[in-house]
């Protein structure tokens, strides 16, 4: 019996003692606090969003504001000291074609993006080349009876200048080609869910988009007769794509940086992230 009562109470205080330890744990977890700002990029808002949520509710003292307003917006809101994270669609610590890098600015991966070429669902066009879709965004090619449609006037809409998905559409689906302003049939959109709404309101109109963003009245067309899956991305068939990052005055600190470790963890990279239709950034080789 006195037995039976020493370990009764060896066992009592080891469970006493494993609660004490994770009663600890969520205290530290909980003493998390802070504001974190987040502009920039459309392209990565929804995944900013989403890991917003979840990181809220795992630090209810910690507050995320998150908008989007184009790539470029992201790391000049971090120069400003606006924004403690700015979402970018390529990496602004170095020169790109268009754009000097932000010195001074890290850059934390956190997502591979895949955009697509889309349409308006009454074009009946399914798959575009590299070299067409070259011609008619360089205003060379105007009607859809020129690249296997019916006998009506393209409608371009494109993203306005410092957009990371038109940097990134610019030199991997149109090889460099360019984007050239018509006062006919040719609109500007400022975001990605700009650029949804305009082609599914506007009959056989051409744009682009990160393919989170398509569903409803607008559809992908194939790239060279390779489908804008995530999966084409992964096996290297589907060329349209890009790493999206979160640009950051020096190594980030603190709550941003227990963020934006949370959106790189393997939850939410093999979670929320791809059920976004993003691609966790291990995924890919390069």
């Known amino acids: 019996m006195k037995i039976f009562k020493k370990l009764t109470v060896t066992a009592l205080t080891a469970v006493i003692a494993v609660t004490a330890s994770f009663a600890g744990v969520a205290a530290a977890a909980d003493s998390l606090k802070g504001k974190i700002t987040v502009n920039g990029s459309t392209a990565l808002l929804p995944l900013t969003l989403q890991?917003?949520?979840?990181?809220?509710k795992l630090h209810p003292?910690?507050?995320?504001?998150?908008?989007?307003?184009?790539?470029?917006?992201?790391?000049?809101?971090?120069?400003?000291?606006?924004?403690?994270i700015g979402a970018c669609d390529w990496d602004a610590s170095i020169d790109v074609p268009g754009f000097k890098a932000f010195d001074g600015q890290v850059a934390n991966k956190v997502a591979v993006i895949p955009f697509a070429t889309i349409v308006?669902?009454?074009?009946?066009?399914?798959?575009?080349?590299?070299?067409q879709l070259k011609g008619i965004f360089a205003g060379k090619i105007t009607n859809w009876k020129e690249v296997g449609g019916a006998d009506a006037d393209i409608v371009v809409i494109t993203r306005s200048f410092g957009s990371g998905t038109r940097v990134n559409y610019q030199a991997k689906a149109l090889d460099g080609g360019d984007i050239v302003k018509k006062a006919k049939n040719y609109k500007e959109t400022g975001s990605s869910g700009d650029m949804k709404t305009a082609v599914g309101t506007t009959p056989n109109s051409i744009g682009y988009i990160d393919l989170v963003y398509v569903s409803g009245d607008v559809k992908a067309v194939k790239h060279n007769g390779v489908a804008a899956t995530t999966d084409n991305v992964i096996n290297g068939s589907y060329k349209i794509w890009a790493y999206g990052y979160y640009m950051t005055k020096g190594q980030p600190t603190g709550a941003t940086k227990e963020f934006i470790e949370y959106v790189q963890s393997k939850k939410f990279q093999q979670g929320s992230l791809k059920k976004l239709k993003f691609i966790p950034i291990a995924a890919m080789k390069g």
């Open 51 to 56: 890991a917003a949520k979840e990181f809220q």
């Open 61 to 84: 003292k910690v507050k995320i504001a998150a908008s989007g307003k184009g790539s470029v917006t992201g790391p000049q809101a971090v120069k400003k000291g606006i924004a403690d």
């Open 120 to 131: 308006n669902k009454n074009v009946g066009v399914d798959n575009l080349t590299t070299e």
